[in-house]
C-alpha cells in the first residue's frame, strides 16, 4: 500500500474558489518527486493538505493507509512529526542563534536539553552546519539559512520531507546545493516531495514529476523533465475551457 494516496481531491476555498479539481495521485515509501506548475495553480495548497493544514473539500487523502479526515484535533500536532516541513515564508527567529532556533522546536516536542543537543548536532551536520551552530540568522548567507531551515524540518525525524519551494530565494549555485542535500536525504530513505518552478533544476533531477495547471494534475511522469505542459498557454486555456464547460453543464 502507497505511503500518500490522493483519491479524487478538490479543494475550495470560501467563498468559492475552487484551487484543486480532482486530484488523485500515489507516492510509495522513499520517493522523490517535484510538483510544478506557475504561481497560483495549487502546489502549496497540496502539501497544506497532506499534512493536515488545511482540509480537502472532497475527495480521501490517505497516509500510512490513515484517512487522514478522521484525525482528531488533538491527535494532529503527533501526525504532524511524520513530516519536515520547509516552507518558503518560513525564517529563522533572528533573535537567536541556529542551535537556538531548533532547541526551540526540539523542546516544544518535550524532549530533555542533552536529547535535544544530541539531536541538534545530528541534524545540523546532515546539513553542514554543524560549525556554524553558534551564528545568529544574520551572520549567515541566505543558503546557510535555508539549510538551518531544512535541519530544522529533519528535527522531529520525519518520514515524509515536503519543501515548498525551497529554492525560491536562492542563486543557481545554492539552489543546486539545496537539491543535492534533498538529494542525499531521499537517498537516505525520507520519501521528499519538492514543489518548484525552475526549470533547470527540475530538468536536471530527472524525477518523477507531477505537473499542474490552474488546479488540475495534466501530467505525472517518470524520469522527468520540466514539462513544457507546464508553461504552455493553450493547455491552460483548454483546462480553463474543460472546467467552465463543466460548470455550465451542472447548473
Ligand atoms: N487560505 C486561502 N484562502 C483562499 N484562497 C487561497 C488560500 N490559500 C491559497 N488560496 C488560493 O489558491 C490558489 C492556489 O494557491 P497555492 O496553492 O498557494 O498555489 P501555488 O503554490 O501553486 O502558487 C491561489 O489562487 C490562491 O489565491
Ligand atoms: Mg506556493
Not at 118 to 142: C, D, N, T
Not at 205 to 227: I, P
Amino acid at each position: 500500500m502507497s505511503q500518500i494516496v490522493f483519491e479524487h481531491v478538490t479543494k475550495i476555498f470560501d467563498p468559492d474558489e475552487l484551487v484543486l479539481e480532482d486530484i488523485s495521485f500515489r507516492v510509495e515509501k522513499g520517493e522523490f518527486l517535484f510538483l510544478i506548475g506557475k504561481s497560483g495553480v495549487g502546489k502549496s495548497s497540496i502539501l497544506k493538505l497532506l499534512s493536515r493544514q488545511e482540509d480537502a473539500t472532497e475527495g480521501k487523502i490517505y497516509i500510512d493507509q490513515q484517512d487522514i479526515s478522521q484525525l482528531k484535533r488533538k491527535e494532529i500536532p503527533y501526525f504532524r512529526r511524520k513530516f519536515g516541513i520547509m516552507q518558503a515564508d518560513m525564517r529563522c527567529l533572528r533573535d537567536r542563534t541556529a542551535y537556538d532556533n531548533l532547541l526551540l522546536v526540539m523542546r516544544s516536542c518535550g524532549y530533555s536539553r542533552s536529547r535535544s543537543r544530541q539531536r541538534i548536532m545530528e541534524v545540523l551536520g546532515r546539513v553542514g552546519m554543524a560549525h556554524k551552530a553558534g551564528r545568529y540568522p544574520q551572520e549567515l548567507s541566505v543558503g546557510e539559512e535555508a539549510r538551518v531551515l531544512l535541519a530544522r524540518a529533519l528535527l522531529t525525524d520525519p518520514q515524509i520531507l515536503l519543501a515548498d519551494e525551497p529554492t525560491a530565494n536562492l542563486d543557481p549555485d545554492m539552489s543546486w546545493d539545496m537539491m543535492n542535500l534533498l538529494n542525499d536525504i531521499n537517498r537516505q530513505g525520507i520519501t521528499v516531495l519538492v514543489s518548484s518552478h525552475s526549470v533547470e533544476l527540475v530538468n536536471i533531477m530527472h524525477k518523477r514529476v507531477l505537473t499542474l495547471v490552474e488546479g488540475m494534475l495534466v501530467s505525472d511522469e517518470k524520469n522527468a523533465g520540466y514539462s513544457a505542459k507546464a508553461l504552455d498557454i493553450f493547455e491552460e486555456r483548454r483546462v480553463r475551457q474543460l472546467r467552465e464547460g463543466r460548470i455550465l453543464k451542472n447548473r
